[in-house]
């Protein structure tokens, strides 16, 4: 897989994050893909159900300083992720987001690191 491809597969499943279609993320992985939040591995459609519920904790978000590396089914993305509560507080986290997916491209897993200490303020 190229560079390219894997940029594009980066671009379509952040922009879906971003627009909370999480049909469209659903849509993007193996049907047996994992999701591993700071270390917690569930199956992908148990933690979109709790990725879903963070809209109503940080708003509407963006990423920003976003950095990638590129390895053979391999995606590093880097980033910060920014928003407004909805009760007004700045949200400022930085991110590392491993993907991986197989030769057509379907994600198998999505490892997410993030720094919450910001939140803990």
């Known amino acids: 897989m190229q560079p ?3 940029d594009d597969i980066a671009e379509r499943l952040f922009a879906s994050f971003v627009a909370w279609d999480l049909d469209a993320v659903a849509g993007m992985l193996a049907a047996d893909a994992t999701i ?3 270390g917690r591995t569930t199956p992908a459609t148990e933690a979109l159900a709790t990725i879903g ?5 940080i708003g509407d978000h963006r990423y920003v300083d976003v950095r990638r590396t590129f390895g053979e089914r391999t995606v590093v993305e880097e980033h910060r992720v920014v928003s407004t509560t909805p009760a007004g507080a700045a949200v400022d986290l930085s ?5 991986r ?3 057509s491209g ?4 999505l490892d997410e690191y ?3 200490a910001p939140l803990l303020r």
Not at 53 to 57: E, F, K, M, T
Not at 106 to 109: F, G, K, M, Q, R
Request: charged share 20%; hydrophobic share 50%.
């Open 4 to 6: 390219a491809d894997l």
């Open 36 to 38: 591993t939040q700071n």
């Open 53 to 57: 519920a963070l809209r109503s904790v």
């Open 95 to 99: 991110a590392c987001v491993v993907i």
């Open 101 to 103: 997916v197989d030769d």
């Open 106 to 109: 379907t994600i198998l897993s």
């Open 114 to 116: 993030v720094d919450t």
